[in-house]
């Protein structure tokens, strides 16, 4: 996992967790040694997480300061006209003076008809400015997330800025990964990276709907099936992103790295046959028909 020295392998998620209890799980994933959190300005929960922080930074006993953190946020898709601004507001909230890496959430801009040709222009006037804020040190990588090939193209073409290591977050999970691997072979070698989101699509492949493969990679491997799925991301060279309100589950997903050495080509191959081109299922929003 070469490009994983950069960046904590395993980000904490915390979509859909507010007030108290992303609380609670970040103080939880803090303490078993969590350094990777992932938020966005739409997640409403940046000062939730910032107050955390804080409270951490504050706690003499741990000697946990800002340095040893990655913190990841998002421009939303409803400031996408005013993405300094928002991206100020963001380092309010996380009581931070940096970022480690900002995000253009999604290729548009909220409330307006996905062919609308403003949400190329606003596109790329937010990585304009976000690369000005790197330059002055507000950011320490920048990336776009949700984006298809030929908007990552754009920002090559179309403005002055190269793609050195530039992060790209998408969802990546069994049933849907071929989209990330299209990006990271067309645009890996000038620097972008990949995080993937939702590897357990949400939960869904925790169910009955869970591929008997998994299990029997896990039983094999002396692993549970969600190390499986994380690690199979991480052989990639792929970040992962993974949301948890359960102590046991934050555990068991934070040593999912220590089994990327264990599971065999075999073992990835079968992963990767799960769904086959024609069966891929995209689970989150869906980004394909944005001009
Ligand atoms: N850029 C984007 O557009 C975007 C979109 C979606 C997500 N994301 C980011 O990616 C993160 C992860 O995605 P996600 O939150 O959608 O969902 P996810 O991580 O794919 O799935 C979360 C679900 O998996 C369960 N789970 C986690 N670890 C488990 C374990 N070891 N064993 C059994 N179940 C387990 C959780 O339940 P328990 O709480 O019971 O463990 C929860 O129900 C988000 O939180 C967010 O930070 C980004």
Redesign the pocket.
């Known amino acids: 996992m070469p490009f994983l020295n950069l960046i904590p392998p395993v980000g904490l998620?915390?979509?859909?967790l507010k007030g108290e209890t992303v609380q609670q799980v970040v103080r939880d994933a803090i303490r078993i040694g969590y350094r990777h959190i992932?938020?966005?300005a739409i997640y409403q929960n940046e000062r939730d997480i910032g107050a955390v922080l804080q409270e951490t930074y504050n706690n003499t006993s741990n000697l946990l300061g800002r340095s040893d953190f990655w913190i990841t946020s998002?421009l939303s898709p409803y400031d996408m006209r005013k993405p300094r601004e928002a991206l100020l507001q963001t380092l309010r909230s996380l009581q931070t003076d940096y970022l480690d890496l900002y995000?253009i959430?999604?290729p548009a801009m909220a409330r307006k008809a996905a062919s609308s040709a403003e949400h190329r222009r606003l596109r790329l006037e937010a990585w304009k400015v976000l690369n000005e804020a790197k330059h002055e040190g507000l950011l320490r990588h920048i990336g776009v997330?949700?984006f298809r090939p030929q908007h990552i193209q754009e920002l090559l073409d179309e403005t002055e800025y190269d793609l050195q290591d530039a992060f790209v977050?998408m969802?990546t999970?069994p049933w849907y990964w071929r989209d990330a691997l299209e990006i990271h072979n067309r645009f890996g070698e000038k620097g972008v990276r990949i995080v993937g989101?939702?590897?357990?699509?949400?939960?869904k492949l925790?169910g009955e709907n869970c591929p008997e493969t998994l299990d029997k990679i896990a039983e094999k491997r002396c692993s549970?099936r969600?190390q499986v799925i994380l690690a199979w991301g991480l052989s990639k060279n792929w970040g992962v992103?993974?949301?948890?309100?359960?102590v046991d589950?934050l555990r068991?997903?934070l040593e999912a790295p220590s089994l990327v050495d264990v599971l065999t080509s075999e073992d990835l191959a079968l992963i990767d046959a799960i769904s086959s081109p024609e069966e891929e299922k995209k689970l989150?929003?869906d980004p394909r028909h944005v001009k």
């Open positions: 998620g915390t979509f859909r992932d938020t966005a998002k995000l959430h999604w997330s949700n977050q969802e999970h989101y939702a590897l357990l699509a949400e939960g925790m549970t969600v992103l993974v949301r948890s309100e359960n589950h068991q997903n989150c929003w």
